[in-house]
């Protein structure tokens, strides 16, 4: 079984900066959307950023302007870069695959951001 493995998460402060990386344990033929979500305690899971195989990208409103999604199809892999966190970014973070008739979640990394 395929799975999506996330790292790069961690402890930060206020207006700092993370990246995370997101790379399947096996190739994943015909992925057409690759996207980050995330769940904060006590919180449902929300779409953070998401981008096609053709390279539109989607972002939810509260990370807009702060957030950048990337991704290499070749290699696979996915990228987010996330400036200017505030304590609302804090949760687990999940990267996610989509191909025409599978999808592929990893198991999370966390982001926490306090002072």
């Known amino acids: 079984q395929v799975q999506l493995v996330e790292s790069g998460g961690g402890l930060v402060q206020p207006g700092g900066s993370l990246r995370l990386s997101c790379t399947p344990s096996?190739?994943?033929?015909?992925?057409?959307?690759m996207s980050w979500h995330r769940q904060a305690p006590g919180k449902q899971r929300e779409l953070v950023a998401a981008?096609?195989?053709?390279?539109?990208?989607n972002y939810g409103s509260s990370v807009k302007g702060r957030f950048a999604i990337s991704r290499d199809n070749y290699k696979n892999s996915m990228e987010l870069q996330m400036n200017n966190l505030n304590l609302d970014d804090t949760g687990v973070y999940f990267c996610?695959?989509?191909?025409?008739?599978?999808?592929?979640w990893g198991q999370g990394t966390q982001v926490t951001v306090s002072s």
């Open positions: 996610r695959a989509e191909t025409s008739d599978s999808e592929f």
């Open positions: 096996a190739r994943i033929w015909r992925i057409t959307v």
């Open positions: 981008i096609t195989n053709g390279g539109r990208t």
